[in-house]
């Protein structure tokens, strides 16, 4: 049975990007009819479309990541427009602000029991922001799953926050997974230096602070940070202070190249959803060290793919061992390409949610007689 299925993305760059053009593809491969609503971001590859599958239908809408009264309006009315001019038989909401929007325009237009909201890190989570903010932010969420459709978590851990503080009527989990055959085997330059790196937007929430910390304590000769990836040119500037390379944006192809290039994978991040570039890390046999938030816990398997590091000096502690101990990096590497295989194929992700949206069209139909 070939859906119609629309895809709305506010934050249509990084690992959002990655997770979403591999959805579209993947469906439109698979004989789908595939519409993608998205807003442009700094970060947002120029050559997106060339990545998409030919069949992807694409609608440029205007939105911002922070709630703007007047913007948002006008995106709502959009998206409503397009809701009714496409009739979807699914629609899949990816972030927090498509999410908002897209559950109040489908409500409005009548089609809140096929949609799907993918929140991808939760914005109540998000340390960048007041308590009140994130109160605020909270409340939001918790009206919008009101609104009916599903809510579906990448990760286990942002399941439990999910059924704990939001109790939507349906929650589902689906986690993350990347198209394994793409991502290049860990192949490290033989020039014996140790490179210890990231990938991904230098943000706040990936914690540059602590990134340009670590490598101000532990780069020396033969041990070089990298972080493959662009973004805020203030935190940039501090990280490239501290002794870190920073390549800037480049193409998908590129980064993963030069990730692949990497000895230890580290991410430093404040919060997360469940991050593609440690799953790709962890798929390319690269040991992670992370820091002990939802998402990043949920991919690493303590001890045996990698560390999970209560604080900053765990993290360098753990760093410090895997330098001195090639071996050991090498014994941690080929586990989580092992386990990554077999956990995060793009296969597994598109068989389950496409079970999920004729599951959800099939119980419609029947509701309507």
Sequence with gaps: MGLRVLQVCESFGGGNYSS???????????????????????????DFA??????????????????????????LFALLALLLRVDPQVIHLHSSKAGFLGRVAAFLGGRGRTVFYSPRGLSFLQMDASVNK??????????????????????QGELDQVRNRLAPRSALLIENAVPVAMVPPRRPRKDGKVRIGT??????????????????????DGVEFVWVGGGDDADRARL???????????????ALARVSELDIYIQTSLWEGMPIAVIEAQVAGIPAVVTNVLGNRDIVVAGETGY??????????????????????????????????????????????????LAAVQRLAVERG
């Design 20 to 46: 979403v053009t591999q959805i579209c593809n993947g469906l439109a491969g698979r004989g789908h009819e595939v519409h993608l609503a998205f807003s442009r971001r700094a970060e947002t590859p120029t």
């Design 50 to 75: 060339a990545n998409l599958h030919p069949g992807v239908v694409l609608h440029e809408i205007f939105m911002t990541r922070n709630i703007a009264p007047v913007t948002d309006a006008r995106a």
């Design 240 to 254: 490239e202070r501290n002794g870190v390379r920073v390549s800037g944006w480049l193409s998908r192809q590129e």
């Design 308 to 357: 999970v590091c209560r604080d900053a000096d765990e993290m360098a502690t753990r760093l410090e061992e895997l330098v001195a101990d090639p071996a050991r990096r090498m014994e941690l590497g080929c586990r989580a390409r092992e386990l990554a295989l077999l956990r995060f194929d793009a296969e597994r992700l598109l068989n389950e949610l496409t079970a999920a949206y």
């Design 134 to 155: 994130r109160r605020l932010f909270r409340w939001l969420e918790w009206g919008a799953a009101r609104l009916g459709g599903t809510l579906v978590a990448c990760s």
């Design 199 to 220: 990938a991904g937007r230098i943000s706040t929430a990936r914690n540059p602070t602590l990134f340009a910390a670590l490598a101000k304590r532990l780069g020396r």
